[in-house]
């Protein structure tokens, strides 16, 4: 179920979706989300786990390119999400973090620019996959309770 009510955000994640599948990458989620937390695409090859944040826009703002509007906050939300997602399912593959950045004319909604970016970003948070975070927290998704 896709929460993406913006068209541009739409046409930015489909075309995410046909460059992940030109990749060789099966595509398990479009907008996982877990409270708070989000990921735009999950998909996964046979060594890998990938999880994408589509910046679909119609225009470069303040002279960046969409996918270099990604900052620390949204890099740690998105490794919060890839580590509630890893545990929830009991994945053990590579994560790797990528971002796609997508111009959308904004009268034809024609692509004009599309950039995948293999390792956008390393987290900087502990991960929680293969038991390793021992923290305190507890999460409940889909009436299934996660953590201690």
Avoid at 102 to 119: A, C, F, G, H, S
């Amino acid at each position: 179920m896709a929460f993406v009510t913006n068209p541009i955000g739409i046409i930015g994640e489909s075309e995410a979706t046909k460059m992940l599948e030109k990749k060789g990458f099966r595509i398990l989620e479009r907008n996982w989300r877990m409270g708070h937390l989000e990921v735009d695409l999950i998909a996964e090859n046979k060594k890998e786990i990938v999880f994408v944040e589509v910046k679909a826009r119609t225009c470069i703002l303040n002279g960046k390119m969409p996918e270099e509007n990604v900052d620390e906050i949204k890099m740690r939300r998105i490794t919060a999400a890839a580590n509630a997602y890893l545990k929830y399912h009991k994945i053990e593959k590579q994560p790797r973090f990528d971002v796609v950045g997508i111009l959308v004319d904004r009268n034809t909604n024609e692509i004009t620019y599309r950039n995948y970016v293999e390792n956008a970003f390393q987290p900087k948070i502990r991960t929680i996959s293969s038991g390793s975070y021992t923290g305190q927290w507890k999460w409940s998704h889909r009436n299934k309770r996660i953590g201690k």
